[in-house]
């Protein structure tokens, strides 16, 4: 570990176990314009010789305990995963491309043959890709959200106050994402992504077990759902209403994560114990892509895959709407 | 003229420390010292510089010439708090920071320094109460950076 930064010992702890397990090095680096969850970059991504825990530079006492816990934690899923089995991530190619933009297009036609006010060809054309994106760095971060913050709140007693915070910091953060777009892009993939943010916050508030991590607690938007009788949300307004369906939509994607998570959180630290983490992540996003009917839209591919894949995306996006759209997409683009 | 010429010499020495470029942030402010040895706050940068070149010796020596200069410099015991934590110097540590938390209360970094030198003496109990004061001040810096960022 290379770091002048001074860390409480149960993180020093953490750090030099995850070296050793994972018989690698870890850099930590303070920055300005960090991204307040921090940053890992990899080994195991990335032709790197070391990891490196990048935090923001205002994160100097637990805040950056519980940065580095959860990236640590993050690194020995993936390290366990590379050592095991083989670590892969969710990727795309051309052709998942364009099954992914194609069904976003359908969708996007049933509700603007509904809308008032059309969206522009430019934009909708604009939309396609932008959302298939969104949904790729969603399923490549969400799923693991849960596992690393249940194993981080099992094993490091004196971080979950902290942790608590951040949770509610990102839940609520989560949630207004995509707010402003909540008119223009197709409901149904509004709805999911809100759904899956909700159903991670409920696991969590069941798991860690926090209460004031429901979202019909704490999320204004969800607010109004709490104590609303079944035979009210059923005969009302709510049930029209994109947010009553991100709960109902969430509540089954919860299920899915209860059936997928069924872990023993507090076990030793060890490369088995973490490449089960991983098959066990691995498992879960698949049933929430099949769950969203999205699973012709990525493919399981080592990370250099994806490096790739990211490079060609303008290439993959112009493709994808060559082939919906044929001849037609000269005149728009 | 050699005071604002000092106040120049800083803000460069802490433009280099920001970017971490340590070894030009140090030759700033051995100028600003020459300059100016009755000034704290080059003291006080050229130890923070050090800290981060892992001279911890040298960086405590710098603060204690800052504190002989002013000893209620708050951020100065916070700083030789930090080096002494490094050397494993855990008992003079806590003094510093205990020091550092009672001239500024606000400082989130005296008060996480206290936690773990604490937790290193063995006083688990004591060493909640520090880290929770800790969170609590970084959480309302966290609160303001975030406003910040949002009105950017």
């Given at each position: 570990m290379k770091t002048n930064m001074p860390l409480s010992r149960p993180i020093r702890k953490f750090i030099?176990?995850?070296?050793?397990?994972?018989?690698?090095?870890?850099?930590?680096?303070?920055?300005?314009?960090?991204?307040?969850?921090?940053?890992?970059?990899d080994v195991y991504t990335y032709n790197l010789e070391k990891n490196i825990i990048i935090f923001p530079a205002n994160y100097i006492g637990l805040l950056k305990d519980f940065v580095i816990a959860k990236q640590c934690t993050q690194l020995l899923i993936k390290g366990a995963a590379a050592e095991k089995s083989g670590y892969r991530?969710?990727?795309?190619?051309?052709?998942?491309?364009?099954?992914?933009?194609?069904?976003?297009?359908?969708?996007?036609?049933?509700?603007?043959?509904?809308?008032?006010?059309?969206?522009?060809?430019?934009?909708?054309?604009?939309?396609?890709?932008?959302?298939?994106?969104?949904f790729h760095d969603d399923l490549n971060e969400l799923p693991w959200n849960p596992i690393v913050n249940a194993r981080v709140y099992y094993r490091m007693e004196q971080l979950r106050k902290t942790q608590l915070y951040i949770l509610l910091k990102d839940g609520k953060q989560d949630m207004d994402e995509m707010s402003d777009m909540m008119e223009i892009i197709p409901r149904r993939y509004f709805v999911l992504d809100k759904s899956m943010f909700y159903a991670r916050d409920l696991y969590l508030?069941?798991?860690?077990?926090?209460?004031?991590?429901?979202?019909?607690?704490?999320?204004?938007?969800?607010?109004?759902?709490?104590?609303?009788?079944?035979?009210?949300?059923?005969?009302?307004?709510?049930?029209?209403?994109?947010?009553?369906?991100?709960?109902?939509?969430?509540?089954?994607?919860?299920?899915?994560?209860?059936?997928?998570?069924?872990?023993?959180?507090?076990?030793?630290?060890?490369?088995?114990?973490y490449a089960n983490l991983y098959e066990t992540g691995v498992n879960m996003t698949n049933a929430l892509m099949d769950y969203m009917t999205m699973k012709d839209w990525f493919i399981w591919e080592k990370t250099q895959h994806l490096l790739a894949a990211q490079e060609q995306a303008a290439t993959y996006e112009q493709a994808a709407l060559k082939k919906i759209f044929g001849d037609l997409i000269e005149d728009q683009v | 003229m050699p005071e604002s010429e000092t106040i120049r010499l800083q803000k460069r020495a802490e433009h280099y420390i920001r970017q971490t470029k340590y070894r030009e942030a140090l030759a700033v402010l051995d100028q600003a010292i020459k300059l100016d040895p009755k000034n704290?706050?080059?003291?006080?940068?050229?130890?923070?510089?050090?800290?981060?070149?892992?001279?911890?010796?040298?960086?405590?020596?710098?603060?204690?010439?800052?504190?002989?200069?002013?000893?209620?410099?708050?951020?100065?015991?916070?700083?030789k708090a930090l080096a002494l934590y490094h050397l494993e110097q855990y008992i003079p540590a806590l003094a510093s920071s205990t020091r550092a938390s009672t001239l500024n209360a606000n400082d989130a970094s005296a008060w996480y320094i206290r936690g773990i030198c604490l937790e290193e003496l063995g006083k688990s109990e004591e060493a909640e109460i520090a880290y929770a004061k800790s969170l609590e001040l970084e959480i309302i810096l966290d609160i303001k950076e975030e406003g910040k960022r949002i009105r950017k």
């Open positions: 030099n176990e995850t070296e050793q397990l994972l018989d690698t090095d870890i850099t930590l680096l303070r920055k300005p314009e960090a991204a307040p969850g921090g940053t890992l970059i991530v969710c990727s795309y190619d051309q052709d998942s491309v364009y099954k992914g933009m194609r069904q976003i297009y359908f969708d996007a036609l049933k509700d603007e043959a509904k809308k008032d006010k059309k969206l522009p060809v430019k934009k909708l054309l604009e939309m396609l890709f932008m959302l298939f994106r969104q508030a069941k798991t860690l077990p926090a209460d004031k991590l429901m979202p019909v607690v704490n999320i204004p938007q969800m607010k109004k759902f709490d104590h609303l009788e079944v035979k009210e949300m059923l005969t009302t307004r709510w049930t029209h209403t994109a947010w009553y369906q991100s709960k109902v939509f969430g509540d089954h994607m919860l299920e899915i994560m209860e059936k997928y998570l069924s872990v023993d959180w507090n076990k030793e630290n060890s490369l088995d114990y | 704290a706050m080059s003291w006080y940068l050229r130890a923070s510089a050090k800290i981060e070149m892992e001279k911890f010796a040298e960086a405590i020596a710098d603060c204690e010439q800052a504190l002989a200069i002013n000893p209620n410099y708050a951020d100065a015991w916070t700083k």
